[in-house]
């Protein structure tokens, strides 16, 4: 990077983190720290929301996916806009009704404690341990990329976000993440335009599609219906909405967020907004990736996207290998490179046979890069077996380094960073304010100052802070821990929501019977989970069925035994 | 109390909040339809 971009960088950083820090001073009592005195616009809530879930890895992980596989990704949040209007009409009014901080504390109202202290108790373990990897996961890609130790880019981005999270609270949140998505959308944008400008002079944004489309990267839509893929319509739909209303609804990061909405139309209004916006802005970052994608149609990609494995291979006994599958690699992209072009004519010519014909000969040709690649992934597993060889987080800052001008190269690093602070900073907070609200205000200190509760939150922050920053130093040293720590949400969300639609809607059920129907769908989930009997993202709807499910079996159980013991007596 | 304010509180470009719903549910009906004919048109 050249001086330029590391100006850019951290002058977008440290503006960004002084103007949170300016606009969240003076928060000195609870209502003011954990709940941004309610007097947040739509606008900030929905981007807060929206800069909450989009993490770091949102932005690297999916042009690196549709480079690879295409665009169905996109149809994981197709359930997230009718989510978004449940929330609307059932927790958002309940909520703000109840003045509550945390969404946990609503469930002692409608329940019994002990059934807010448990799903008080899940999320701060899911939050608590996904909280280390949303620091970790872009620090080791950054730290690759720009040369630099793991240790250095984690201390960087979380303490940071440590120190303006502890000093100004939701406010700083909400502020940070407000200008960090203005900053994001504006990047994002312009690499895209970039991306077409250095695609070869007469192939335009249209045809860059269509080529990347005859090579199946434009795979929006799937109809059918399949237990094992995450990425159907009907996965999405369904699928897709029990996750979002769990997150969105029970996961005290985002309940937190669109509580400092001024009213209740407010968060109606930025939650709303975010159902508008999110399903375009992800199939546009897509899109971003299927342009990338054509971009190497024309320009030779690298073997492997993480230099990191790559150099490791270099420098192994297995060198000699590795040189002859370069080489193959080599005359694999001349040859795709050749039918590609023939492809490109055969578009301008829209000659319908000849470009049938080209679409066969591309995919082909792209198969065999496929294969050659599998089989330096093999190599390089054969040489390290804890060798990381899926490369899609790399794609997309590979080319930014690669071929982006100075300036906008330290853009979009900065952009990596910011989406990693926004979505840490709601968990920190999340994560102090569940702490001392649920835990340290109802449990251990009842009778505490308003500003000793504040105090106490710094504190909570603070420590939660510290224990992500430790854990995400951690990480590093196990690897496989990241994809099953990713998993754990749906582990752990369905059971959760369960008890909020017990809550909302089945006004019979008390809080014994739901306090037992969580624990005993909880046991069940992490069974199918564990045995991978269905895609992750079922496990939310099965999650959530089982605890109504078991709660009215209970219900009605427990009621009998009344009856009995009172005719009994 | 809350429900009044709400009432009063109404969301842009339409009259009601069930208004606001249907127009959400409606542009996701047609992002998926948007996204078939685009999956069609380059595969």
Same mark, same amino acid.
């Given at each position: 990077?050249?001086?330029?971009?590391?100006?850019? #960088?951290?002058?977008?950083?440290?503006?960004? /983190? $002084?103007? $949170?820090?300016?606009?969240?001073?003076?928060?000195?009592?609870?209502?003011?720290?954990?709940?941004?005195?309610?007097?947040?616009?739509?606008? @900030?809530?929905?981007?807060?929301?929206?800069?909450?879930?989009?993490?770091?890895?949102?932005?690297? %992980?999916?042009?690196?996916?549709?480079?690879?596989?295409?665009?169905?990704?996109?149809?994981?949040?197709?359930?997230?806009?009718?989510?978004?209007? !449940?929330?609307?009409?059932?927790?958002?009014?309940?909520?703000?009704?109840?003045? /509550?901080?945390?969404?946990? &504390?609503?469930? *002692?109202?409608?329940?019994?404690?002990?059934?807010?202290?448990?799903?008080?108790?899940?999320? #701060?373990?899911?939050?608590?341990?996904?909280?280390?990897?949303?620091?970790?996961?872009? %620090?080791?890609?950054?730290?690759? +990329?720009?040369? =630099?130790?793991?240790?250095?880019?984690?201390?960087?981005?979380? $303490?940071?976000?440590?120190?303006?999270?502890?000093?100004?609270? @939701?406010?700083?949140?909400?502020?940070?993440?407000?200008?960090?998505?203005?900053?994001?959308?504006?990047?994002?944008?312009?690499?895209?335009?970039?991306?077409?400008? #250095?695609?070869?002079?007469?192939?335009?944004?249209?045809?860059?599609?269509?080529?990347?489309?005859?090579?199946?990267?434009?795979?929006?839509?799937?109809?059918?219906?399949?237990?094992?893929?995450?990425?159907?319509?009907?996965?999405?739909?369904?699928?897709?909405?029990?996750?979002?209303?769990?997150?969105?609804? @029970?996961?005290?990061?985002?309940? $937190?967020?669109? #509580? @400092?909405?001024?009213?209740?139309?407010?968060?109606?209004?930025?939650?709303?907004?975010?159902?508008?916006?999110?399903?375009?802005?992800?199939?546009?970052?897509?899109?971003?990736? /299927?342009?990338?994608?054509?971009?190497?149609?024309?320009?030779?990609?690298?073997?492997?996207?993480?230099?990191?494995?790559?150099?490791?291979? *270099?420098?192994?006994?297995?060198?000699?290998?590795?040189?002859?599958?370069?080489?193959?690699?080599?005359?694999?992209?001349?040859?795709?490179?050749?039918?590609?072009?023939?492809?490109?004519?055969?578009? *301008?010519?829209?000659? *319908?046979?000849?470009?049938?014909?080209?679409?066969?000969?591309?995919?082909?040709?792209?198969? &065999?890069?496929?294969?050659?690649?599998? %089989?330096?992934?093999?190599?390089?597993?054969?040489?390290?077996?804890?060798?990381?060889?899926?490369?899609?987080?790399? !794609?997309?800052?590979?080319?930014?380094?690669?071929?982006?001008?100075?300036?906008?190269?330290?853009?979009?690093?900065?952009?990596?960073?910011?989406?990693?602070?926004?979505?840490?900073?709601?968990?920190?907070?999340?994560?102090?304010?569940?702490?001392?609200?649920?835990?340290?205000?109802?449990?251990?200190?009842?009778?505490?100052?308003?500003?000793?509760?504040?105090?106490? %939150?710094?504190?909570?922050?603070?420590?939660?802070?510290?224990?992500?920053?430790?854990?995400?130093?951690?990480?590093?040293?196990?690897?496989?821990?990241? &994809?099953?720590?990713? +998993?754990?949400?749906?582990?752990?969300?369905?059971?959760?929501?369960?008890?909020? =639609?017990?809550?909302?809607?089945?006004?019979? !059920?008390?809080?014994?019977?739901?306090?037992?129907?969580?624990?005993?769908?909880?046991? =069940? !989930?992490?069974?199918?989970?564990?045995?991978?009997?269905?895609?992750?993202?079922?496990?939310?709807?099965?999650?959530?069925?089982?605890?109504?499910?078991?709660?009215?079996?209970?219900?009605?159980?427990?009621?009998?035994?009344? /009856?009995?013991?009172?005719?009994?007596? | 109390?809350?429900?009044?304010?709400?009432?009063?509180?109404?969301?842009?470009?339409?009259?009601?909040?069930?208004?606001?719903?249907?127009?959400?549910?409606?542009?996701?009906?047609?992002?998926?339809?948007?996204?078939?004919?685009?999956?069609?048109?380059?595969?």
């Amino acid at each position: 990077m050249s001086y330029i971009d590391w100006a850019v #960088l951290f002058t977008t950083i440290l503006a960004i /983190v $002084g103007y $949170g820090v300016y606009k969240s001073r003076g928060a000195q009592s609870m209502q003011a720290y954990l709940l941004g005195n309610q007097s947040l616009p739509w606008y @900030t809530v929905c981007l807060s929301v929206m800069a909450t879930q989009a993490s770091a890895i949102t932005f690297l %992980s999916a042009p690196g996916l549709a480079y690879t596989s295409g665009m169905s990704f996109v149809q994981f949040y197709f359930g997230l806009p009718l989510a978004m209007i !449940v929330l609307c009409i059932t927790f958002v009014p309940i909520f703000h009704r109840l003045k /509550v901080y945390t969404a946990y &504390e609503y469930l *002692e109202q409608r329940f019994d404690l002990n059934t807010r202290a448990l799903t008080a108790f899940l999320f #701060l373990i899911q939050r608590g341990l996904s909280t280390g990897i949303t620091i970790y996961a872009p %620090s080791i890609i950054l730290s690759t +990329i720009l040369n =630099i130790d793991t240790t250095y880019t984690t201390l960087f981005i979380g $303490g940071l976000v440590v120190f303006y999270t502890v000093y100004g609270g @939701t406010k700083a949140v909400s502020y940070t993440q407000l200008l960090q998505m203005s900053i994001i959308f504006c990047g994002l944008f312009a690499a895209g335009i970039m991306v077409v400008h #250095l695609l070869p002079g007469d192939v335009g944004f249209t045809k860059a599609i269509s080529i990347a489309g005859k090579m199946g990267r434009t795979n929006v839509i799937d109809f059918s219906f399949d237990w094992n893929n995450p990425y159907t319509v009907w996965s999405g739909l369904i699928g897709g909405f029990f996750l979002q209303l769990s997150y969105f609804g @029970t996961d005290q990061s985002q309940v $937190g967020r669109y #509580l @400092t909405g001024s009213s209740v139309s407010q968060s109606r209004l930025g939650l709303l907004m975010n159902g508008l916006v999110k399903i375009p802005m992800q199939f546009l970052i897509l899109l971003i990736g /299927v342009l990338v994608f054509t971009f190497y149609q024309y320009n030779k990609a690298p073997i492997f996207f993480n230099s990191y494995e790559l150099n490791k291979l *270099e420098a192994s006994p297995y060198k000699a290998e590795l040189n002859k599958i370069k080489t193959d690699y080599n005359s694999a992209f001349e040859s795709k490179q050749q039918e590609v072009i023939k492809l490109d004519k055969a578009l *301008e010519a829209k000659d *319908e046979t000849l470009i049938n014909q080209q679409r066969t000969a591309v995919k082909k040709a792209d198969e &065999e890069t496929k294969t050659i690649r599998k %089989s330096l992934t093999e190599l390089m597993l054969k040489n390290d077996a804890k060798a990381s060889t899926n490369d899609n987080n790399y !794609v997309f800052l590979s080319f930014v380094t690669q071929y982006l001008p100075k300036g906008l190269i330290g853009l979009l690093i900065a952009i990596i960073f910011l989406a990693s602070m926004g979505s840490t900073a709601s968990a920190l907070n999340s994560l102090a304010s569940t702490s001392v609200v649920d835990i340290y205000k109802r449990l251990i200190n009842k009778e505490a100052t308003d500003q000793q509760y504040v105090k106490a %939150s710094r504190w909570a922050t603070l420590i939660w802070g510290a224990v992500c920053i430790v854990m995400a130093l951690f990480t590093s040293k196990i690897g496989n821990l990241l &994809e099953a720590v990713n +998993i754990l949400g749906s582990f752990i969300y369905g059971t959760i929501l369960g008890v909020f =639609i017990v809550a909302f809607y089945i006004k019979k !059920v008390r809080g014994k019977a739901v306090f037992y129907a969580a624990i005993l769908t909880e046991a =069940i !989930v992490c069974i199918i989970g564990f045995n991978e009997w269905v895609a992750y993202l079922w496990l939310n709807v099965i999650g959530c069925l089982l605890v109504v499910f078991f709660a009215l079996i209970i219900q009605r159980l427990l009621k009998k035994k009344t /009856v009995e013991l009172e005719v009994n007596h | 109390m809350e429900d009044k304010q709400t009432e009063k509180d109404l969301p842009p470009f339409v009259n009601t909040w069930k208004q606001f719903y249907f127009l959400l549910g409606f542009w996701l009906v047609l992002l998926i339809a948007l996204f078939y004919a685009f999956t069609k048109y380059f595969e």
